[in-house]
């Protein structure tokens, strides 16, 4: 069974930094491009990122252009987001998504929130 | 980047009647290599989304053949035959076509 689990999420201030992990379980993770996407409280979904499966090719969201990078370590079955001069639109739960045959959303971990407060 | 339109935002249904959640892209979801990558995501109050639908009408392994979805190049509708209890929640349309892949602002399907 396909698992994905968050962690790194908390309160950060304006400007501040954060590193978003995801651990993956259940599939040979090295096989897959991995995405991140957000929703902020009470509100849908938003695109952030997203790397191949062997790392050497990535895409981001304009809205986090500059400001976030995305990550990977095949040999120990992690992805990260590495989020910076964070601003109260980062707010948000950041989920951790496979992207599985046919382009699909197929497996999503339970989110980590991104609180980002003075 | 794709934009994409969901109707209506909200949905009332009775228990065991239909629903239908209708989903707008501005451009054509048609990939290069011939395929149309149109999911549809449901999300239930405090859990993250779930993939129902993928490539505009195939239903995703576990998902009851209750939910169908249709359509082609800009127009796609996803079909609730009976509403059960548990289909309540957000239903959100998703494009894999182009980056970004974008998604409807979802529809909230609840029960009258």
């Known amino acids: 069974e396909v698992h994905l689990v968050e962690s790194g999420g908390g309160l950060v201030q304006p400007g501040g930094s954060l590193r978003l992990s995801c651990a993956a379980s259940g599939f040979t993770f090295s096989n897959y491009a991995m995405h991140w996407v957000r929703q902020a409280p009470g509100k849908g979904l938003e695109y952030v990122s997203v790397i191949s499966s062997n790392g050497g090719s990535t895409y981001y969201a304009n809205s986090v252009k500059g400001r976030f990078t995305i990550s990977r370590d095949n040999s120990r079955n992690m992805l990260y987001l590495q989020v910076g001069s964070l601003r109260t639109e980062d707010m948000a739960v950041y989920y951790c998504?496979?992207?599985?045959?046919?382009?699909?959303?197929?497996?999503w971990g339970q989110g980590a929130l991104v609180t980002v407060s003075s | 980047d794709i934009v994409m339109t969901q109707t209506p935002l909200s949905s009332p249904v009775t228990l065991g009647q239909p629903a239908s959640i209708s989903c707008r892209s501005s451009?054509?979801?048609?990939?290069?290599?011939?395929?149309?990558?149109l999911s549809w995501l449901h999300q239930r109050p405090g859990q993250p989304p779930r993939l129902l639908i993928y490539?505009?009408?195939n239903r995703f392994s576990g998902v009851p053949d209750r939910f169908s979805g249709s359509g082609a190049g800009t127009d796609f509708t996803l079909k609730i035959s009976r509403v059960e209890a548990e289909d309540v929640g957000v239903y959100y349309c998703t494009q894999a076509t182009q980056l970004p892949w974008t998604f409807g602002q979802g529809t909230k399907v609840e029960i009258k």
């Open positions: 998504v496979r992207v599985g045959d046919g382009y699909t959303f197929d497996s």
């Open positions: 490539k505009i009408s």
């Open positions: 451009q054509s979801l048609v990939h290069s290599d011939g395929n149309t990558y």
